[in-house]
């Protein structure tokens, strides 16, 4: 069997937002081209003013050994020693003349030591040479002339050009960073309007998934993006239009079966009657029938409730108090008692939608857990919380989510008896809920069952 390669995809798959990505793409490119930008200019900058200085600095110690050498060719006048402490200036300057293997120096204080020996030699050979050095702890630059019988060096301080080139870097580098920054909002920016169509896409697939199926993205007048909102809207349409025409067929379906259904129940009920004058065989025949018929019932009737408009009629609202409704629902069950936590607020609800979701949860703790254990009421952060603990066995985490569709059935399926139920209780809990803008879920209760959670968004004084 041939090897497979590891799939890495998904792990190299990058974390983070599609908009961040962008605008880290646009801080890249911003980052990249200004540093392109700063290292020419930092090259440019630093090579031209560099060069004008050196120049300057050859210029001025020609003229300046010139006058030294004729200082040396008239030995009437020995005014060499004033001549270089004219031309050291101030002190910054360090001119110094080798003669004979002996040093005159003036100005700023230097080690002639120090001086590069091929500066000297190249100069001492005939031929002017000129090097940076570091000498006394500052930068120079060493300019050697050859002179007859000597050598003229004159050290010129670069301390002021090496100070306005810091002070160049410093301005590239924080442009540089400047500019990330904005390249960073930029691409924030233009990320959030580039992606603005996907968020709005979202945003209607959600409502859809939620159940408004009336959810429609705007026309677009973008090339790009108009095929795509056409084809959301198109497909958004043909779903509310199969959804519906699904309902009117559970909806007819239903309403066509009351009749003989109806006839079923009073023929049902004249042979429950004379049950007693049967034999064995036909009163098993009986109670079999009589269950199938209870269930076919039961399920005619979800279907009817299950084909209705999802969208409540804001005509049947009415702020209620969920404690009541509860209250109302668990009427004479035995054993069951409901518990409060707080002060429940009241919500507007369809007072009839959420009595039958809290019937129904407890049909179904009956039918499928062994019957419900408790039932709270308490107060949250979104409205109102109900909460049903059962006595079964539990949920697995992989069914939480299934069991909410219709003809969802679980371990049931397949029963026939009169408790195995059709599979709509909870579905039509799950739409009852949504219709509300409300949650629910499954956890795990700490009597070891399940426990159904559902919230009532809202609240009213």
Excluded at 103 to 129: I, K, M, N, Y
Excluded at 189 to 205: E, F, I, N
Excluded at 245 to 273: I, Y
Excluded at 424 to 447: F, K, N, T, W, Y
Aim: with cysteine; hydrophobic share 45%.
């Amino acid at each position: 069997m041939p090897a497979t390669r590891p799939r890495t995809r998904g792990i190299l798959r990058p974390r983070l937002p599609l908009r961040w990505r962008v605008a880290i793409a646009f801080a890249a490119v911003s980052l990249a081209i200004t540093g392109l930008l700063a290292a020419a200019t930092w090259h440019l900058a630093s090579s031209y003013l560099l060069a004008k200085r050196e120049q300057g600095a050859t210029s001025q110690a020609a003229v300046d050994a010139r006058l030294v050498q004729d200082a040396l060719r008239d030995p009437a006048r020995d005014g060499s020693d004033d001549l270089l402490q004219g031309l050291a200036g101030g002190g910054e300057i360090t001119v110094a003349v080798r003669r004979n293997d002996t040093w005159t120096t003036s100005g700023r204080q230097l080690d002639v030591d120090a001086l590069p020996p091929d500066l000297l030699a190249l100069a001492g050979s005939g031929t002017a040479a000129r090097q940076r050095i570091v000498a006394g702890g500052i930068p120079v630059l060493a300019v050697a002339v050859p002179l007859q019988g000597a050598v003229y060096v004159e050290l010129v301080p670069l301390s002021e050009l090496d100070a306005t080139l810091r002070f160049l870097s410093g301005v590239l580098v924080a442009g540089v960073g400047v500019s990330g920054l904005l390249g960073l909002a930029l691409g924030g920016w233009a990320g959030k309007r580039a992606l603005r169509p996907l968020t709005d896409l979202r945003d209607a697939a959600a409502r859809v998934a939620a159940g408004d199926l009336d959810a429609r993205l705007p026309e677009q007048d973008d090339a790009d993006l108009a095929p795509l909102a056409a084809t959301f809207n198109r497909t958004a349409e043909d779903l509310r239009r199969r959804v519906r025409r699904d309902a009117r067929f559970a909806s007819d379906v239903s309403h066509e079966l009351r009749s003989p259904l109806t006839t079923l129940v009073n023929a049902v009920a004249v042979l429950r009657r004379r049950r007693d004058e049967l034999p064995p065989t036909a009163r098993q025949a009986v109670d079999l029938l009589d269950a199938d018929v209870h269930r076919f019932g039961k399920m005619v009737t979800d279907l009817l409730e299950i084909s209705r408009e999802e969208q409540i009629d804001e005509r049947d609202l009415e702020v209620c108090d969920v404690v009541d409704i509860v209250t109302h629902a668990v009427g004479a069950r035995r054993g069951i008692a409901v518990e409060v936590e707080g002060t429940p607020p009241k919500v507007l609800v369809d007072r009839r939608r959420l009595d039958r979701v809290v019937g129904n949860l407890l049909d179904n703790a009956d039918h499928h857990a062994g019957g419900a254990v408790r039932i709270g009421v308490s107060t949250c952060a979104d409205g109102v919380r109900i909460e049903v603990d059962d006595a079964g066995p539990g949920i697995p985490p992989e069914l939480r989510e299934e069991v909410f569709e219709r003809f969802s059935r679980g371990a049931n399926a397949g029963r026939r008896d009169g408790g195995g139920g059709a599979g709509l209780g909870l579905a039509l809990v799950a739409r009852h809920v949504r219709a509300h803008q409300g949650r629910i879920r499954i956890e795990d209760s700490p009597a070891g069952g399940a426990r159904v959670v559902v919230v009532i968004p809202g609240g009213s004084g």
